[in-house]
């Protein structure tokens, strides 16, 4: 048996300490090492203890937690898991912490929430697992493809990812022209991250991106991100689809859920259909891919090399759902190969 995950807990409220403290030490597999109230303090405890994965509030005194985060990154990269508060401040904040390279992230949670900080201890020994290098050289910069040069055909793009899946989309939808397929899209991310999320990836992208609504028609250069938190994101209306957004319990321990959104791209478009798994933990996503490969859609899945975590993509693949396994660098260029019209028609 693997020792404990050894963890320092960040956040200059001790009362918000105290509580992380007692969620993760509930866990028999991690062990809270020590607690900081500051930066100044949470980076003698660093140099002191050594942990495996660091929790880490946004915004503290003396330096807030994106400027030390930058700093963990470049001078001794580990895993953070960062713990914010859920609001859109909250959201941006900690959206541009997962690009600069957190593992992941948990919203505080509100006064008599029942489970608060929901999975932390499993994202905790996930980040303690993980030999992701923490510190890479960004890579650089590639052109989305100009509408000239693609010609979308008829075919639905359905992705899912969770932890990771901030910096995965973000380099898979910048190879996306503006005139992309309809692409759905299911990210496990805390309610009231989403809508942040998706405006940041329509300032990144070409294509139009948006919070996916109730009833929203699939559109040429349109992508659709499910909203966190109560429902499930659907495609359904074959003579003119579009997104459902549908009240059900959690799947898979999720809601939004990949497997609810993959399950319903495979009954309403089959072949007309590319499904793509990415960085998550878990095995949501696994089975719904598996469904749409068996209804005749191309199916893609992120490789272990490049994964934050090799959850999703290594269930889907040991399932057979999986056609192809690929660097994340090559995922956005192959889906538009899979996608484009073909030169006698459309697809």
């Known amino acids: 048996m ?39 303090e949470a980076r003698e405890a660093i140099k002191k203890l050594n942990p495996d994965v ?3 509030d946004i915004e503290m005194p003396n330096m807030n937690g994106l400027e030390f985060l930058e700093k963990i990154m470049r001078l001794r990269p580990m895993p953070v898991i960062m713990v914010s508060t859920m609001t859109h401040r909250g959201a941006e904040a900690t959206l541009a912490a997962l690009e600069i390279g957190a593992f992941d992230c948990v919203g505080k949670p509100a006064p008599g929430e029942p489970r608060p900080f929901g999975d932390l201890a499993e994202k905790v ?32 793009v359905a992705i899912g990812s969770s932890t990771g899946g901030v910096e995965a989309l973000i380099a898979v939808l910048q190879k996306f022209p ?31 991106v948006e919070e996916a609504t109730d009833g929203a ?5 349109k992508i659709y991100l499910a909203p966190g938190g109560e429902r499930h994101l659907q495609v ?14 959690p799947v898979n321990g999720h809601r939004p859920s990949v497997d609810v959104l993959f399950d319903s791209v495979a009954e309403l478009a089959g ?33 272990e090399k490049t994964c934050v975590v090799y959850g999703m993509p290594r269930v889907a693949y040991e399932l057979g759902a999986v056609e192809q396994q690929l660097p994340l660098n090559a995922i956005g260029e192959e889906i538009l190969k899979m996608t484009a019209a073909r030169k006698e028609g459309t697809e």
Do not use: W, Y
């Open 54 to 56: 660091v929790t880490l």
């Open 271 to 303: 072949r007309n259909a590319v499904g793509v798994i990415l960085t998550g933990m878990g095995r949501d996503g696994a089975a719904g891919l598996l469904k749409m490969r068996h209804a005749g859609a191309r199916t893609l899945g992120q490789n």
């Open 178 to 208: 503006a005139n992309c397929p309809p692409t759905v899209i299911t990210q496990h991310m805390p309610p009231t991250f989403t809508k942040s999320f998706a405006d940041r990836l329509n300032r990144l992208c070409a294509p139009v």
């Open 2 to 40: 693997s020792a404990p995950a050894r963890v320092l807990v960040v956040d200059d409220s001790p009362t918000m300490r105290g509580l992380i403290s007692a969620v993760l030490s509930s866990d028999p597999d991690v062990n809270v090492i020590g607690q900081a109230g500051d930066a100044l």
């Open 125 to 156: 020994k996930a980040a303690a697992r993980t030999q992701r290098q923490f510190v890479q050289p960004p890579a650089a910069p590639v052109p989305p493809v100009s509408v000239a040069d693609f010609r979308v055909g008829r075919k639905i």
């Open 217 to 221: 028609r699939l559109k040429i250069g």
């Open 236 to 249: 359904a209306n074959a003579s003119a689809p579009s997104c459902r957004l549908v009240e059900r319990d």
